[in-house]
């Protein structure tokens, strides 16, 4: 099922709170905002440079260890 995107953006921002706080959460978002951010380079940037292996550790350990699961 696609989300609508009021649906979506409802509960991005309910991961935020939950992770990060009211506050912080609303921080991180204006940080975004002002630095123009661009999560799909940032990730390619983040992600090219890691060992595979690596990669794979830390998603398994992520699977396991995530509050949301």
């Known amino acids: 099922m696609i989300a ?3 649906e ?3 509960r991005g921002m309910q ?3 939950q ?3 009211d506050i912080e ?3 991180f978002i204006a940080a975004v905002k002002r630095e123009r951010f661009d999560y799909t380079e940032w ?3 983040y992600f090219d440079g890691m060992n595979p292996d690596d990669f794979n550790s830390s998603a398994a ?3 396991i ?3 949301l699961t």
């Open 61 to 63: 350990e992520y699977d």
């Open 65 to 67: 260890n995530h509050p």
């Open 15 to 17: 991961c935020f709170v």
């Open 43 to 45: 990730q390619r940037n």
């Open 25 to 27: 959460a609303e921080q």
């Open 19 to 21: 992770g990060l706080g």
């Open 8 to 10: 979506l953006i409802e």
């Open 4 to 6: 609508g995107t009021v």
